[in-house]
């Protein structure tokens, strides 16, 4: 071996070795590889509309590319497209949706396996019409019972206090089910409104469903979801179903928040196919994002439903609407 | 008579301000906004708007054209909106877009004022080609009155309904039931819904009165013989149509600048975005070149409908037509994301429209200072299904209150002119759309054709000829094509004259139940071979127009009039106009004709 031919060798084992040592400092500093496996790159966060803002900034700022869309349609990709055109993506979305992608495809004999890593966090409630929530609580409780809530919807309010002025009840969720966070307050209606029984089928879920579906058709929501409508076009909605996060202004005198019976949180997570790994830096900065607006850190004790739950609630939904 | 001296007897009649805006700068015009450079090799995303937001979204589109922020994958955005009033816009997706270079460049995002107008898009066309869009900017539908008969009626200790405005507009007795005779009749200012949204929703609102509901209005519900006649009964108080809102408040304006607004009209259904616009004294939210805001005498006041209202909700809908491509599809997206940042949506607020972003929250101009009450309205009604849209507007096509039309048609011998390549002469051009306009009048409707140049034989008088009297066009339908077809250019131009027999005609048939009208086009000055009188005459005309048009008790003709060619008198058409609180349309290119006869038309 000449001299020139070792020299080339020792450079190009130096080649080797820098490259090996950056990927293990830097790269793997920034992959979280969850369920462990081998990891693939993520080119695209898609993400929930709900979480837009949230996600372009945080794509931004990691440089992700980030591709908005409903999460129902994300949610229907991922029960069904081949695993290959999914492994360099991760999705934001709320839980369950990752696990009912799953239980989807295992239905499908088709099986993929998610991991999901948590981010933030923020209970569900009603948002509702300052001068009409001492009524709600009169009527319902507090926390509000969903049973209670499916009941007066498009009632008169003067049925429950007669000096209350003109309107009907009109309790209103974010598009269902396109959004994450309708498919989220549907269930949590439906499952807290029938504890235990069943869904499908049963014709006192058509009895007490129907006014609810009608109160606020889905036309009628300019925001995505009902809290994002409610505090721009007041007039749409009188209770508004979906994360306390959403509300801008805590202190927004036109608004009372109410707790509902049976709480359950609204909880981001970052899914990716199995062995994809969620990098940490995408993960914190979305986390940042989203505390900045409200939203908080997980506690690791999250109430959610189940997958199974919630893709039989959302068909009921769906049922009703047509 | 000079320009001078005609301007220095239009402040003299209290005019001006009125005779310096026209129709068709307000309405289904497809002029641009005032948008900075060109677009080079950039991925240009045309918009179609309605017209009360061109000034914002030219505004925007220019910040945002010449930000880091318009680029799609390396290449640069251009974005350039033009001014299409909703309906209008609806019907041109409809029909394929035709005539570009008239109607402008098909658009990538249509932006009409609410999103109701697409359900009728593809209700029509029978598939989605315009997809739910993303609303833009919030603003209700609201009843404008002048201060002092909202005061009247007790608002806004007493709510005030659609069912109290459709009551008074049928009472005989109007305002002297609420002891101001000196009102005169309760006169109603409504947009004609195949064209203007709140027209639309106005109409809407007038079904729902009918019925009794909030929501779920059907089809079979407009077919109720009992909401029939209500739309009958609320229709026959309405002053005329029209493409636009602005034009009410245009006149509305200028019969302040005189001290008789309180006789125009008692309240017109308009967003409330225009009540700001009026009290800041800026009626059409746009100001020209020298044009300086004036508050009026007696301010509007936006009346929130007891029972609900409807909601202008602005959204941006990116087409799937033919004519955008998926690069176009995209960088319209950049756009619309552009929008809704928070800094633009304050941009929104200063527009007098309420933000669609709830970090934005309504505050100053959405002020009780201006008329508008940041707390209304508490209650909605429901937008109908795209069926039901559909069957409101055949329906009020049925319902419309009967017009009385006079059309005066110039054949002077500058008619004569080639207007086309082709070797079509002006004269042609307008007798094509005059009778492509017929079709919009109903059977009931009464129309009638006047001619006028000098050297008429065989008529009473040596200035015009009547070649069809007014009388129902169902009846005369052919004749009057045939009547149009056979005119030929003749010689001078007595625009003067004819004008004055021609109110006289109307005024001595006029018919209280019907809206009296004359739509009178022209390409030249006042030329009757005597202009030693013009001054006297045109003082004369404008004196007599004004004086038969205010009042409690007047019977108002309005003379529509359209400035044709480039030769026309335009100045001296507003002011005929403006003297009848009718408006004013510009053809100046002939090629528009066509569009500006539909937009005339649309007034009935």
Same mark, same amino acid.
């Given at each position: 071996?000449?001299?020139?031919?070792?020299?080339?060798?020792?450079?190009?084992?130096?080649?080797?070795?820098?490259?090996w040592?950056l990927r293990t400092n830097v790269l793997d500093d920034d992959e979280n590889t969850g369920g462990g496996g081998a990891s693939n790159e993520l080119d695209?966060l898609?993400?929930?509309?709900?979480?837009?803002?949230?996600?372009?900034?945080?794509?931004?700022?990691v440089?992700i590319?980030?591709?908005?869309?409903?999460?129902?349609?994300?949610?229907?990709?991922?029960?069904?497209?081949?695993t290959?055109?999914l492994a360099p993506n991760g999705w934001a979305?709320?839980?369950?949706?990752p696990?009912?992608?799953a239980?989807?495809?295992?239905?499908?004999?088709?099986?993929l396996e998610i991991e999901t890593v948590e981010v933030?966090?923020?209970?569900?409630?009603?948002?509702?019409?300052?001068?009409?929530?001492?009524?709600?609580?009169?009527?319902?409780?507090?926390?509000?019972?969903?049973?209670?809530?499916?009941?007066?919807?498009?009632?008169?309010?003067?049925?429950?206090?007669?000096?209350?002025?003109?309107?009907?009840?009109?309790?209103?969720?974010?598009?269902?089910?396109?959004?994450?966070?309708?498919?989220?307050?549907?269930?949590?209606?439906?499952?807290?409104?029938?504890?235990?029984?069943?869904?499908?089928?049963?014709?006192?879920?058509?009895?007490?469903?129907?006014?609810?579906?009608?109160?606020?058709?889905?036309?009628?929501?300019?925001?995505?979801?009902?809290?994002?409508?409610?505090?721009?076009?007041?007039?749409?909605?009188?209770?508004?179903?979906?994360?306390?996060?959403?509300?801008?202004?805590?202190?927004?005198?036109?608004?009372?928040?109410?707790?509902?019976?049976?709480?359950?949180?609204?909880?981001?997570v970052i899914a990716r196919p199995m062995g994809g790994g969620v990098p940490d830096a995408l993960r914190s900065?979305l986390?940042?994002?989203?505390?900045?607006?409200?939203?908080?850190?997980?506690?690791?004790?999250?109430?959610?439903?189940?997958?199974?739950?919630?893709?039989?609630?959302?068909?009921?939904?769906?049922?009703?609407?047509? | 008579?000079?320009?001078?001296?005609?301007?220095?007897?239009?402040?003299?009649?209290?005019?001006?301000?009125?005779?310096?805006?026209?129709?068709?700068?307000?309405?289904?015009?497809?002029?641009?906004?005032?948008?900075?450079?060109?677009?080079?090799?950039?991925?240009?995303?045309?918009?179609?708007?309605?017209?009360?937001?061109?000034?914002?979204?030219?505004?925007?589109?220019?910040?945002?054209?010449?930000?880091?922020?318009?680029?799609?994958?390396?290449?640069?955005?251009?974005?350039?909106?033009?001014?299409?009033?909703?309906?209008?816009?609806?019907?041109?997706?409809?029909?394929?877009?035709?005539?570009?270079?008239?109607?402008?460049?098909?658009?990538?995002?249509?932006?009409?004022?609410?999103?109701?107008?697409?359900?009728?898009?593809?209700?029509?066309?029978?598939?989605?080609?315009?997809?739910?869009?993303?609303?833009?900017?919030?603003?209700?539908?609201?009843?404008?009155?002048?201060?002092?008969?909202?005061?009247?009626?007790?608002?806004?200790?007493?709510?005030?309904?659609?069912?109290?405005?459709?009551?008074?507009?049928?009472?005989?007795?109007?305002?002297?039931?609420?002891?101001?005779?000196?009102?005169?009749?309760?006169?109603?200012?409504?947009?004609?819904?195949?064209?203007?949204?709140?027209?639309?929703?106005?109409?809407?609102?007038?079904?729902?009165?009918?019925?009794?509901?909030?929501?779920?209005?059907?089809?079979?519900?407009?077919?109720?013989?009992?909401?029939?006649?209500?739309?009958?009964?609320?229709?026959?108080?309405?002053?005329?149509?029209?493409?636009?809102?602005?034009?009410?408040?245009?006149?509305?304006?200028?019969?302040?600048?005189?001290?008789?607004?309180?006789?125009?009209?008692?309240?017109?259904?308009?967003?409330?975005?225009?009540?700001?616009?009026?009290?800041?004294?800026?009626?059409?939210?746009?100001?020209?070149?020298?044009?300086?805001?004036?508050?009026?005498?007696?301010?509007?006041?936006?009346?929130?409908?007891?029972?609900?209202?409807?909601?202008?909700?602005?959204?941006?809908?990116?087409?799937?037509?033919?004519?955008?491509?998926?690069?176009?599809?995209?960088?319209?997206?950049?756009?619309?994301?552009?929008?809704?940042?928070?800094?633009?949506?304050?941009?929104?607020?200063?527009?007098?429209?309420?933000?669609?972003?709830?970090?934005?929250?309504?505050?100053?101009?959405?002020?009780?200072?201006?008329?508008?009450?940041?707390?209304?309205?508490?209650?909605?009604?429901?937008?109908?299904?795209?069926?039901?849209?559909?069957?409101?507007?055949?329906?009020?096509?049925?319902?419309?209150?009967?017009?009385?039309?006079?059309?005066?048609?110039?054949?002077?011998?500058?008619?004569?002119?080639?207007?086309?390549?082709?070797?079509?002469?002006?004269?042609?051009?307008?007798?094509? *759309? &005059?009778?492509?306009?017929?079709?919009?009048?109903?059977? #009931? +409707?009464?129309?009638?054709?006047? %001619? =006028?140049? /000098? @050297?008429?034989?065989?008529?009473?008088?040596?200035?015009?000829?009547?070649?069809?009297?007014?009388?129902?066009?169902?009846?005369?339908?052919?004749?009057?094509?045939?009547?149009?077809?056979?005119?030929?250019?003749?010689?001078?131009?007595?625009?003067?004259?004819?004008?004055? *027999? &021609?109110?006289?005609?109307?005024?001595?048939?006029?018919? #209280? +139940?019907?809206?009296?009208?004359? %739509? =009178?086009? /022209? @390409?030249?000055?006042?030329?009757?071979?005597?202009?030693?009188?013009?001054?006297?005459?045109?003082?004369?005309?404008?004196?007599?127009?004004?004086?038969?048009?205010?009042?409690?008790?007047?019977?108002?003709?309005?003379?529509?009039?359209?400035?044709?060619?480039?030769?026309?008198?335009?100045?001296?058409?507003?002011?005929?106009?403006?003297?009848?609180?009718?408006?004013?349309?510009?053809?100046?290119?002939?090629?528009?004709?066509?569009?500006?006869?539909?937009?005339?038309?649309?007034?009935?």
């Amino acid at each position: 071996m000449t001299l020139k031919r070792l020299g080339a060798l020792v450079a190009a084992i130096v080649l080797i070795a820098g490259a090996w040592v950056l990927r293990t400092n830097v790269l793997d500093d920034d992959e979280n590889t969850g369920g462990g496996g081998a990891s693939n790159e993520l080119d695209v966060l898609v993400c929930a509309e709900e979480l837009a803002a949230a996600c372009n900034a945080a794509g931004n700022q990691v440089g992700i590319d980030v591709r908005i869309e409903p999460a129902d349609t994300t949610l229907r990709n991922w029960s069904s497209n081949p695993t290959d055109e999914l492994a360099p993506n991760g999705w934001a979305t709320l839980q369950p949706l990752p696990e009912m992608a799953a239980l989807s495809r295992d239905a499908a004999e088709d099986p993929l396996e998610i991991e999901t890593v948590e981010v933030s966090t923020s209970p569900l409630v009603l948002v509702v019409d300052a001068s009409r929530a001492p009524l709600l609580v009169d009527a319902c409780g507090d926390p509000v019972e969903w049973r209670c809530l499916g009941e007066l919807a498009e009632t008169s309010w003067s049925d429950i206090d007669a000096s209350a002025s003109n309107g009907t009840v009109r309790p209103g969720f974010a598009r269902t089910p396109d959004t994450a966070i309708g498919q989220l307050g549907v269930g949590a209606a439906l499952l807290g409104a029938f504890d235990g029984a069943p869904l499908v089928g049963n014709p006192d879920v058509i009895v007490w469903g129907q006014p609810l579906v009608e109160a606020v058709p889905a036309r009628s929501l300019v925001a995505d979801t009902a809290i994002g409508t409610i505090q721009v076009r007041q007039s749409a909605l009188d209770v508004a179903v979906g994360a306390r996060a959403e509300l801008i202004n805590p202190d927004d005198p036109r608004f009372t928040v109410v707790d509902v019976e049976q709480p359950i949180d609204a909880t981001v997570v970052i899914a990716r196919p199995m062995g994809g790994g969620v990098p940490d830096a995408l993960r914190s900065a979305l986390a940042d994002e989203l505390t900045a607006s409200g939203w908080a850190a997980p506690s690791g004790e999250s109430s959610v439903p189940s997958a199974n739950d919630l893709l039989n609630t959302t068909a009921v939904w769906e049922n009703l609407n047509s | 008579m000079t320009l001078r001296r005609r301007t220095a007897a239009l402040i003299a009649l209290g005019l001006v301000a009125a005779a310096c805006s026209t129709a068709t700068d307000d309405g289904g015009d497809s002029q641009e906004g005032d948008l900075d450079g060109d677009p080079g090799d950039c991925i240009v995303v045309d918009m179609a708007v309605s017209s009360e937001k061109i000034t914002l979204l030219t505004e925007l589109a220019n910040d945002f054209n010449d930000s880091d922020d318009a680029d799609l994958d390396g290449d640069c955005i251009f974005v350039r909106p033009q001014r299409k009033a909703s309906g209008a816009a609806a019907q041109l997706i409809v029909d394929g877009w035709p005539n570009p270079e008239i109607e402008g460049p098909p658009p990538v995002i249509w932006s009409p004022a609410a999103s109701g107008w697409a359900g009728v898009v593809n209700e029509r066309v029978g598939t989605e080609v315009a997809p739910p869009g993303t609303p833009f900017m919030l603003t209700p539908l609201v009843i404008a009155m002048p201060e002092p008969m909202a005061e009247a009626l007790g608002y806004p200790d007493e709510p005030v309904g659609f069912n109290d405005i459709i009551e008074l507009a049928n009472d005989p007795d109007g305002w002297a039931s609420f002891g101001h005779p000196e009102w005169g009749e309760f006169r109603l200012g409504k947009t004609n819904p195949n064209f203007s949204t709140s027209g639309l929703n106005f109409t809407t609102a007038e079904y729902y009165a009918a019925t009794g509901k909030t929501s779920g209005l059907t089809t079979e519900d407009l077919a109720q013989p009992a909401a029939e006649q209500f739309a009958r009964d609320v229709e026959s108080a309405v002053v005329h149509y029209g493409d636009t809102t602005l034009t009410f408040l245009n006149n509305w304006f200028a019969a302040d600048a005189r001290g008789t607004s309180l006789t125009y009209a008692s309240a017109v259904a308009v967003e409330e975005k225009s009540v700001i616009d009026y009290n800041r004294g800026d009626p059409d939210g746009e100001l020209g070149p020298g044009e300086t805001p004036r508050p009026p005498r007696i301010p509007l006041v936006a009346v929130y409908p007891e029972e609900g209202t409807l909601f202008s909700d602005n959204p941006f809908i990116v087409l799937d037509t033919d004519w955008v491509s998926d690069e176009q599809r995209a960088a319209a997206l950049v756009f619309e994301e552009y929008v809704q940042r928070p800094e633009n949506q304050e941009k929104v607020l200063e527009f007098g429209f309420r933000p669609n972003n709830p970090a934005v929250p309504v505050g100053d101009p959405i002020t009780l200072d201006n008329g508008v009450d940041p707390n209304q309205p508490t209650s909605e009604l429901e937008i109908p299904s795209p069926a039901v849209s559909v069957g409101i507007l055949d329906a009020w096509a049925e319902h419309r209150k009967e017009a009385r039309v006079l059309m005066v048609l110039d054949i002077s011998g500058s008619m004569g002119d080639f207007a086309t390549t082709n070797g079509e002469t002006k004269l042609d051009l307008a007798k094509a *759309a &005059a009778i492509e306009a017929l079709d919009q009048f109903k059977p #009931a +409707d009464e129309v009638g054709l006047w %001619v =006028f140049s /000098t @050297d008429i034989v065989g008529s009473p008088s040596p200035f015009y000829r009547e070649v069809v009297p007014v009388a129902p066009i169902g009846d005369q339908r052919a004749a009057l094509e045939s009547a149009i077809n056979e005119q030929f250019p003749l010689a001078g131009t007595p625009l003067y004259d004819v004008t004055d *027999a &021609a109110y006289q005609q109307m005024l001595a048939d006029y018919d #209280a +139940d019907k809206i009296n009208a004359i %739509v =009178f086009l /022209t @390409d030249g000055v006042n030329d009757d071979g005597n202009p030693a009188d013009d001054n006297t005459q045109f003082a004369d005309v404008i004196q007599t127009l004004q004086a038969g048009s205010e009042g409690a008790a007047s019977r108002p003709v309005r003379v529509f009039t359209i400035s044709y060619g480039e030769g026309a008198d335009e100045v001296t058409l507003q002011a005929i106009s403006a003297a009848t609180a009718a408006a004013h349309y510009d053809a100046s290119d002939p090629a528009t004709i066509d569009r500006v006869f539909t937009e005339v038309i649309s007034n009935f």
